[in-house]
């Protein structure tokens, strides 16, 4: 009895943890409080009934549940509300079955009882997750400690203590759904890894089309040569980083498998188009981590998929058998030859087309030599053995190396200041060199083809110099401006109005681009730090195109970009990055866990399921452009990377046949 109502507590506790998370996320919204909070209650209704769609749709909807430009949030996004409602619903939903149903031992799977190797194998996943997450909430504490405050607001950056929760979420958030994952592997494994590779499948087909549409406005399709490198829908990216190299590196084996297992002709060709969308937006990043993330990819699949069966001995006779009665059809077979030979000639047409790869890959050598300096600094900021143990904490490295490490600094800070009539932004330019560029402070503006006018308020202790415009941007990269430079006069603490017109008829845009226009403010100088309040942009109609222009919901709204250097936000490597902030220990455990995942997908249980392959060669590849980039600190990134590894290690390819539990897991 005692052990039935343990079986219903827990998934309870943990279904009102996240809808109580959720909800207090969604009502705090910069822009919808409201509607999110109602959005996010129906969508944990939703998954309540049908709380195994969420495979399908989390991944699916990674690419699209971010809108930080609009926001002005970092640290929280739209994807973790989505995250939430399915732990709440998908929770919610087992504990009222398993309230009606006697609950199925733990070690029973295929309808069988496990043998002793399986059930230490479980123990074992069991302790090390235990140990990481132990690690991963002590490095959280050692973050917030290093800081020496708990987050103030919702708009904080990177240097604040918001920003060791923005780190930590990606795998607690995966923690959260992994009771969820298991059922699923257990009680449905051919349909959850069906609905996982068809939602990672689409959401890689989101996202190689956004990388269409943002070329398509700015560079061009078919413009290889302009230094231009595509960021997606990936937000996070307005300081640089790895977030779009590492998910299509993390979500291409799933472009291979939808063209591999297309069940008919129509279902491939569409297949077929989704290889030919990854293939455009992995070559036209530039990005020589993702060249080298796809090769992997590509060649692990060859090897393992050509010959899957020499990993487990005694199996070539079954596996005989399979391929006998799965033998691809003659269409499938020359149809895939076929796109292969269009994906090569993709490559030659990119790469040999334009001169930007090229120079890329001309300036490798040096480029390598800057980067093992900067691996040098990083590792410098563990300053004592107990900071090697156990690291410096979650989310400190950009504060960290920006505040120690010489020449290093950031190239600008923005803070909301509250004063006597209302709030105001602090703006601190760079302190170092002109090479490392500057910080803008940006906000999404339509591109209307009219005469602005701006006019704000300004307070600056010295002359300052003020770049301000509207551009045709994307995220990094401007297609074309109309910029302005005003000259300040130092006013010690008194405000000063100034006013500045703006002809953008000239910025023509397609009409599927009209959105893609920002409002840019940046300090180039000699002051150090400029007082802004009461920013407005208004057209010949009078109609204000600024909003939040007084600061006073604090950065909704805003949002802002590094311009042309991003050293201070990223360590540039995965097992630094893990070493750096949870020390020698949690890399240990870091490490172990990603073993025992691969594991069992080589020679464990997980080693008959055909989604095996794919998930082996994410996480290599994964682990292998990870010698170059950073890829826990863009967090939808991580959710994927830790949700991957959550698989691989639960993963059982001898299926499950319980028909208890099926019943207690059902669909109503």
């Not at 507590?9 to 909800?23: E, H, I, N």
């Not at 996943?125 to 020496?148: K, P």
């Not at 090697?388 to 960290?400: I, K």
């Not at 890829?631 to 990134?637: G, S, Y």
Request: aromatic fraction near 10%; include cysteine.
């Amino acid at each position: 009895m005692l052990h039935n109502l343990k079986q219903v507590w827990q998934p309870l506790v943990l279904a009102v943890l996240s809808g109580c998370l959720g909800t207090f996320v969604a009502w705090h919204h910069p822009l919808w409080p409201g509607p999110l909070t109602l959005a996010f209650a129906l969508a944990c209704l939703a998954f309540f009934r049908c709380s195994d769609l969420w495979p399908l749709l989390i991944p699916g909807l990674l690419p699209l549940a971010n809108w930080s430009p609009w926001t002005g949030w970092m640290a929280c996004e739209e994807f973790d509300l989505l995250v939430l409602a399915a732990a709440t619903g998908g929770h919610a939903r087992l504990a009222a079955q398993c309230s009606r149903w006697r609950r199925v031992a733990d070690n029973t799977v295929g309808g069988a009882v496990s043998t002793a190797a399986t059930v230490h194998a479980d123990r074992l996943t069991r302790t090390s997750l235990l140990l990481l997450t132990v690690s991963w909430m002590l490095a959280l504490v050692r973050g917030l400690l290093d800081v020496g405050a708990l987050p103030g607001h919702w708009f904080e950056g990177y240097e604040e203590p918001l920003n060791s929760l923005r780190i930590a979420k990606s795998f607690l958030l995966v923690l959260l759904l992994l009771p969820l994952l298991r059922r699923g592997l257990q009680t449905a494994p051919e349909r959850f890894a069906r609905r996982l590779a068809a939602g990672v499948a689409t959401g890689l087909a989101l996202v190689s089309l956004a990388v269409v549409w943002e070329r398509a406005g700015y560079p061009g399709i078919f413009d290889f040569s302009t230094p231009y490198r595509a960021t997606a829908l990936f937000w996070e990216m307005h300081v640089g980083g790895a977030a779009v190299d590492g998910f299509l590196i993390l979500s291409l084996p799933f472009s291979v498998y939808a063209a591999l297992r297309a069940p008919n002709v129509w279902l491939w060709l569409l297949a077929a188009v989704l290889a030919l969308l990854t293939g455009y937006a992995c070559l036209t990043t530039f990005s020589r981590v993702v060249y080298g993330g796809a090769t992997v990819v590509l060649s692990v699949l060859f090897a393992l998929l050509s010959n899957w069966c020499w990993l487990s001995p005694g199996c070539a006779q079954a596996d005989a058998a399979r391929r006998t009665r799965s033998a691809s059809p003659g269409w499938r077979v020359w149809g895939n030859r076929v796109l292969l030979c269009v994906v090569a000639l993709e490559v030659v047409v990119v790469v040999g087309l334009g001169d930007f790869m090229r120079q890329r890959l001309s300036s490798s050598e040096q480029d390598l030599g800057g980067r093992l300096q900067h691996w040098r600094e990083a590792v410098s900021l563990l300053r004592d053995p107990g900071e090697v143990l156990f690291g410096r904490g979650l989310g400190r490295f950009p504060a960290s190396y920006s505040q120690t490490v010489v020449g290093r600094e950031m190239p600008g800070r923005l803070r909301i200041v509250d004063g006597s009539a209302g709030g105001y932004l602090f703006v601190h330019g760079t302190t170092g060199s002109p090479r490392h560029g500057a910080l803008e402070l940006l906000q999404r503006v339509p591109l209307t083809g009219d005469r602005l006018l701006l006019v704000m308020d300004v307070r600056t202790p010295e002359d300052a110099i003020l770049n301000v415009g509207v551009c045709r941007r994307h995220l990094l990269y401007d297609a074309e401006c109309v910029r302005t430079r005003l000259q300040v006069a130092a006013g010690g603490d008194h405000w000063r109005r100034v006013v500045a017109p703006l002809a953008t008829g000239e910025l023509a845009a397609p009409w599927w681009q009209r959105v893609s226009g920002f409002f840019v403010l940046r300090l180039e100088g000699p002051a150090k730090a400029v007082d802004i309040d009461n920013v407005s942009l208004r057209d010949t109609a009078g109609d204000n195109l600024i909003d939040n222009g007084s600061f006073a919901s604090g950065m909704a709204h805003w949002f802002f970009a590094g311009r042309h250097y991003f050293v201070p936000w990223h360590v540039d490597n995965l097992l630094l990055e893990v070493l750096i902030e949870q020390g020698a220990l949690g890399l240990l455990l870091f490490m172990g866990l990603l073993v025992m995942a691969a594991t069992n997908l080589v020679g464990g249980r997980g080693r008959g399921h055909w989604l095996a392959p794919y998930l082996l060669a994410a996480l290599i590849a994964a682990l292998a452009i990870g010698v170059f980039v950073s890829l826990l600190d863009m967090p939808r990134t991580a959710f994927l990377f830790f949700l991957f590894a959550g698989v691989a290690l639960h993963l059982d390819g001898r299926g499950f046949s319980s028909s208890a539990d099926k019943a207690c897991t059902s669909s109503s």
